[in-house]
């Protein structure tokens, strides 16, 4: 009996290795021989741990398991049935180029990679000159998935013109936004697409090293990268000889350090090269001078993720889904306070209402859905009212919106808005590398002034707007620039938490 | 009971310090591996850290003191790292946060008496589709409500 049930940390947290050892000791008891693959998640999450079962060649699901359920699992009498995954209505209406193998494959297994499509990409990549690689990957029309929306092609070209010896590939995986989860997703799920992405970067740009900077956070995609990377070398996908070309790549996991600001890209370069991760004055580009001075692409785990695919089935294919200038698919991550959270990729242009309240049901409260924060601790509170917005980077920018990684978290009527405007000011506070003023100094007086609201003090309100101006147009990068978003947008679509915050706190 | 320092081995220093040196921007894997190898980082580490990378003794301290993850001295037996963002804030985690520390009789980054758990703030592990969150040491935990949180807590005091 082939069974397969999620490794990915969502999963373990909700108590995936647990069903797996009752899995195993029910499996035992009644003298069925069964064999577990461990996989990455489907990325159901309100599903997991979901158990699949292979019956007449199809992946027949079981979710949310517990312990108790594992002998009906096993007996095919299961309460906790939900038919074949793949048409399961999640996972119908998804486009899956990046995630394709997440949920499916064996994450570790080199063989079952392959099986699925992987290495195709690479090994047409090898053929191709490096102008040639960066020509496809700009007429695929992939723009940065990390947030910034950035064309990956144009900076791919700076890297490529630049004349160094010594060129880099920098993986972004400081995934510290709230309401994201894409890369640890595909890292845990899937890590080689991310190894083959960074590789076609190299052999692009003329880069012969990379760099993966994992958040400390995310112990497990450590965890499961490193190990793929190992694999990688010893199969030669990775090293002086990529598949036999004569080209060399090579790349290395290095840990960061618990600081969000090292998401910026500045910032997590100077990590990197062992300083304080305080961000940098652009110019210099990290595209012309970036880690140790030099040349640098540095990309998001999902743009990179998206390359091996682009290269596979053609930039063409690629480019033909999406809305607008948000060419391709976008990877909803759906969250917070919601009745189903998950991983939903789709071509960019589904509307905020179909992915709130149908794709995820509404809230798990039950409650009215109050708001909907897009984008991270940096991006904006949407209300209701705004749920025919569009989800493409000019779409949603239109609405006041920054779609950033595509994280959603979702809100309640009980959610108090002036807290979250506050925690907003303390986040940036906490977090900020503290190289600029408006972001160091900003913060802790927003969270004074927004104190001050609190008290009922309705002078401090044009006071809180100028701050923000102030962060907006004074700071130097995303952290002080954006926080004014998550706080102005809150204190715009819901005034009367802020004019009547005293009397609603009596 | 002999201070942490007092245990410190400075030829694993050394040895942690050397096998590290030849990396492009050694001063984080070498942080990290000392942290892992002492349980934090011991001051007796720090001259040496300076020498081998040809940095101040200023410039090091600037480096260790912007990370959360670092510390200059010992933890509890176990770290809990309860999730502060927003997407745990959705579903209730701001009263899960306040209620364990007042339960415990701590403030944020405070340890328990007996040396048990030293609670710490994390912002976003990840989980956001299955929140509040927590970690344990490396272990995550989803959909931690009150009940939970005690069995964690009553494991990690054991």
């Known amino acids: ?506 | 009971m002999p201070s942490p320092e007092a245990t410190i081995d400075s030829v694993e220093i050394d040895r942690i310090i050397s096998s590290h040196i030849d990396l492009e921007g050694p001063l984080l894997p070498i942080l990290h591996a000392l942290q892992d190898a002492f349980g934090f980082l011991p001051s007796q580490a720090h001259a040496p850290i300076a020498e081998a990378l040809n940095i101040s003794r200023a410039e090091l301290h600037g480096v260790i003191s912007f990370y959360h993850d670092f510390h200059n001295a010992p933890k509890g037996r176990h770290v809990l790292k309860i999730c502060r963002a927003e997407a745990c804030q959705s579903v209730g985690g701001t009263a899960l946060a306040e209620n364990t520390l007042a339960k415990l009789g701590l403030d944020w980054h405070g340890t328990t008496a007996d040396g048990a758990v030293t609670v710490e703030p994390v912002y976003c592990l990840g989980l956001c589709a299955c929140a509040p969150a927590v970690m344990i040491g490396d272990k995550v935990i989803g959909r931690v409500d009150a009940t939970r949180m005690d069995t964690i807590i009553s494991e990690a005091s054991a």
């Not at chain 1, 797996?20 to 998640?41: F, M, P, Y």
């Not at chain 1, 907006?472 to 978003?485: E, I, N, Q, V």
Request: glycine content about 14%; aromatic content about 6%.
């Open chain 1, 1 to 506: 009996m082939k069974i397969t049930v999620p490794m990915d940390s969502a999963a373990k947290a909700v108590g995936a290795d647990e069903v797996v050892q009752a899995l195993l000791a029910a499996a035992k008891d009644k003298g069925i021989e069964v064999e577990i693959t461990r996989t990455g998640t489907r990325g159901m999450i309100w599903l997991e741990p979901l158990v699949e079962v292979e019956i007449d060649g199809l992946r027949h699901g079981f979710g949310p398991a517990t312990p108790e359920d594992a002998a009906a699992i096993l007996d095919g009498n299961s309460d906790k049935a939900l038919g074949p995954v793949e048409a399961l209505d999640w996972m119908k209406r998804q486009t899956r180029l990046t995630f394709a193998r997440v949920g499916v494959i064996d994450p570790l297994s080199l063989d079952d990679y392959k099986a699925h499509g992987g290495l195709a990409g690479l090994k047409r990549a090898v053929s191709m000159t490096g102008q040639e690689i960066t020509d496809e990957v700009k007429a695929s029309g992939l723009r940065g998935r990390g947030g910034a929306g950035f064309p990956t092609g144009i900076k791919w070209q700076t890297v490529h013109d630049a004349e160094e010896p010594q060129k880099y590939i920098v993986c972004n995986a400081d995934e510290g936004d709230s309401g994201t989860f894409a890369d640890r997703m595909i890292m845990e799920g899937d890590p080689f697409t991310l190894i083959e992405g960074m590789t076609i970067a190299g052999l692009g740009v003329g880069a012969t090293k990379g760099y993966v900077y994992l958040r400390s956070e995310y112990p497990d995609a450590i965890n499961v990268m490193r190990k793929a990377v190992d694999i990688a070398h010893k199969a030669g996908v990775l090293g002086a000889d990529v598949l036999g070309s004569g080209r060399a790549f090579d790349m290395e996991i290095r840990m960061g350090a618990g600081a969000y600001v090292c998401g910026e890209e500045t910032s997590l370069l100077n990590s990197l090269e062992g300083k304080r991760g305080v961000v940098r004055a652009k110019p210099p580009l990290p595209a012309l001078e970036g880690f140790l001075g030099r040349p640098t692409v540095v990309n998001n785990v999902i743009s990179l993720a998206t390359v091996p695919v682009i290269f596979e089935k053609g930039a063409q294919y690629y480019a033909d889904f999406g809305l607008g200038r948000s060419r391709g698919t976008v990877t909803l991550q759906i969250a917070g306070n919601v009745a189903r959270g998950g991983l939903f990729e789709t071509a960019f242009g589904i509307g905020l209402d179909e992915v709130v309240n149908d794709l995820g049901g509404g809230t798990l409260s039950g409650r009215p859905v109050k708001a909907v924060q897009i984008g991270g601790p940096l991006g904006s509170y949407l209300p209701v009212s705004k749920f025919d917005a569009k989800l493409g980077y000019e779409e949603l920018d239109s609405q006041g919106g920054l779609l950033g990684h595509a994280g959603m978290v979702v809100f309640d009527d009980t959610a108090n808005m002036l807290g979250m405007a506050r925690f907003a000011m303390e986040f940036c506070a906490v977090e900020s590398c503290g190289k600029c003023t408006p972001c160091r100094i900003g913060a802790v007086r927003g969270v004074e002034t927004i104190d001050r609201i609190a008290q009922g003090d309705m002078d401090a309100l044009p006071l809180l707007a100028d701050l923000c101006e102030t962060m907006k147009d004074g700071s130097l990068c995303a952290l002080g620039g954006f926080t004014p978003l998550p706080v102005m947008s809150a204190v715009t679509h819901f005034p009367d938490e802020f004019s009547n915050a005293k009397e609603a706190a009596e």
